[in-house]
């Protein structure tokens, strides 16, 4: 059984273009999102450094977005607004998710 694959998408982007990377990003989500995704995020660090990580349910969901005639919307992204991306996948060996309480 093929497991899980977490794809991230990073770039340096100048300080002029995060808002509209964050904005762009937020479209994005809001649409129906891609068979296989679990779960994305947009990471913003220090120096313009961004990334955004992604967690699909196996590669076959990964090679069917990158399959597509739009291919993959990360690096779309980062393109949009003037960065050169980098694409790594890596394949989840483990993982635990903590428990959350109510509020």
């Known amino acids: 059984m093929a497991g ?13 273009r995060e808002a509209d990377l964050v904005a762009a990003y937020r479209e994005l989500v809001a649409r129906t999102l891609p068979d296989g995704l679990i779960r994305t ?7 313009g450094h961004w990334r955004i990580q992604t967690l699909w349910r196996d590669r076959a969901a990964v090679d069917a ?8 919307a990360a690096p779309r992204l980062f393109r949009g607004v003037g960065a050169e ?10 993982h635990r998710m903590a428990q959350t309480r109510p509020s």
């Open 41 to 47: 995020e947009l990471l913003g660090g220090e120096d």
């Open 4 to 16: 899980q694959v977490l794809t991230e998408v990073s770039a340096i982007v100048i300080p002029e």
């Open 65 to 72: 977005v990158r399959a597509a005639p739009e291919g993959m």
């Open 85 to 94: 991306p980098a694409l790594a996948l890596f394949d989840v060996k483990a």
